[in-house]
């Protein structure tokens, strides 16, 4: 099946302030649905490549909504409640007079109190002069007590600096300042923190439920100063791959693939971590992305993307109750890929190992620095991102592996039982790579320099 590439939209550089008249809620009743039909979720279809993508934030204004989807259970642990919400069957939805959908009034009417705009405040001082710069988003309540999801483009920044202040704001004018609770950039999914309580909150659905074709509605800030606008489309393709693009906190590449939906809801600038609903008032998705153009240059119009909410349920309640994603495998390595002018010498393809921090698995597997990893069990592995996707798809915490590894003119085999990537690890993984830092720096000083590879860690 042909593979291309498209430059995609997403979600991030605008904030505005717009306002809204009061609205009144018709307070909808919402059938009582049977329970759902577990649809087997198809294979993954074609390959999107995203090359370029502009994230999608924003504020609110006046006005509110109230009211909710009934059907809710208790999820959570730790006392969070997360609550999620069946629908009717497609056979139902079009066959069972019981199981009549909202109304896009109704629907928005019932959701807009639990839909808000996120404004991200950096404080950056040029020459003397302080400057404050806003990224802006939109998110969902997904608690009574405050707990809300938005994408983790959207909060980069403050996940990145702590001086970085986050704003959370609502419908009706009320605002808060938020606590990152944590975020994880694989998902591109985030959740926050603020002090408050009897919120109205949205209703999980089953986007496994999802068929091409049945009306989707996305509530967000497009453009900023558009606040709290409802679009509507349906679902355009199921289970799209996007690969994007970012720089993490030390300056190093990361390439991330999402399954995602495709819907041609209208998606813009200001809309990113929004909610996406099917026609019952159930969460089906986070707003994510948006295609602008192919890589031949033609534009696209009413192609936008949302991350499935079933495939980050268990992340955002790991986010919660721990604050990182829990079992993500973890070897206690630099990485690099051996570069092609490398190849041409003799030097096989694969993920170069740069260091080895003390106390890994890594270590006590007995890999060493200036070993080449070509493959982990029958994967192979051609370049450090090769690496870093096979473990991330194939392994947990706790996982054993196989690595080939070639060291020197010798092919030998390692078996490696994953580590947790954790707070622990993470802050032993950056006292390594300030110790390669300086030792590089030094070699260069010296007249010595080493291949100028990407630098992955894991």
Request: hydrophobic residues 35%; glycine residues 12%; charged residues 15%.
């Amino acid at each position: 099946m042909e593979n291309n590439e498209f430059n995609f939209y997403n979600s991030e550089n605008d904030g505005y302030r717009g306002s809204f008249g009061e609205y009144v809620d018709p307070t909808p009743a919402v059938p009582n649905p049977e329970g759902p039909e577990n649809r087997k979720k198809p294979g993954r279809g074609f390959s999107k490549k995203v090359v370029a993508l502009v994230l999608a934030c924003a504020i609110v204004g006046g006005g509110a909504g109230v009211g909710g989807a009934a059907l809710y259970q208790n999820l959570s642990r730790g006392g969070t409640v997360i609550y999620e919400g069946n629908r009717p069957t497609v056979q139902t939805m079009v066959n069972n007079n019981n199981g009549e959908p909202m109304t896009p009034e109704q629907l928005y009417a019932a959701n807009l109190a639990s839909c808000v705009g996120i404004t991200v405040n950096t404080t950056v001082n040029i020459f003397g002069q302080t400057t404050t710069s806003a990224a802006t988003g939109s998110g969902f309540v997904l608690t009574q007590d405050g707990y809300i999801v938005t994408n983790y483009h959207v909060i980069e920044d403050a996940a990145n600096d702590s001086s970085v202040s986050i704003e959370v704001s609502f419908a009706d004018g009320t605002k808060y300042t938020a606590q990152l609770v944590g975020g994880e950039q694989d998902n591109d999914i985030a959740v926050l923190k603020i002090d408050a309580t009897g919120l109205q909150h949205v209703t999980l659905g089953n986007s496994s439920q999802l068929v091409v074709g049945e009306s989707v509605y996305a509530i967000g800030n497009p453009l900023g100063e558009l606040t709290y606008t409802l679009t509507d489309g349906i679902v355009s393709a199921l289970d799209r791959l996007i690969t994007t693009s970012s720089q993490d906190a030390n300056g190093n590449t990361v390439s991330t693939t999402l399954n995602v939906l495709q819907t041609n809801c209208a998606i813009n600038p200001g809309n990113s971590g929004g909610p996406l609903f099917d026609s019952y008032g159930n969460v089906v998705g986070v707003v994510s992305a948006k295609m602008t153009e192919s890589s031949s240059g033609v534009s696209a119009e009413g192609l936008g993307f949302a991350i499935p909410i079933n495939d980050v349920k268990d992340i955002i309640e790991d986010l919660i109750e721990h604050g990182y994603v829990t079992g993500k495998p973890y070897m206690g390595v630099q990485v690099s890929s051996v570069p092609e002018y490398a190849q041409r010498y003799g030097i096989s393809a694969g993920a170069y190992v740069e260091s080895v921090a003390d106390g890994s698995c890594a270590q006590k597997a007995g890999l060493q620095q200036g070993d080449i990893i070509t493959a982990i069990d029958e994967t192979a592995i051609d370049s450090s991102s090769a690496l870093t996707a096979a473990l991330s798809s194939n392994y947990k915490a706790g996982d054993t592996a196989t690595l080939t590894v070639l060291r020197g003119s010798d092919k030998i085999t390692l078996s490696i039982t994953f580590d947790e990537k954790n707070e622990q690890t993470e802050a032993a993984n950056q006292v390594q790579q300030e110790s390669n830092q300086q030792q590089q720096q030094q070699q260069q000083s010296g007249g010595s320099y080493g291949w100028p590879f990407s630098g992955y860690s894991w």
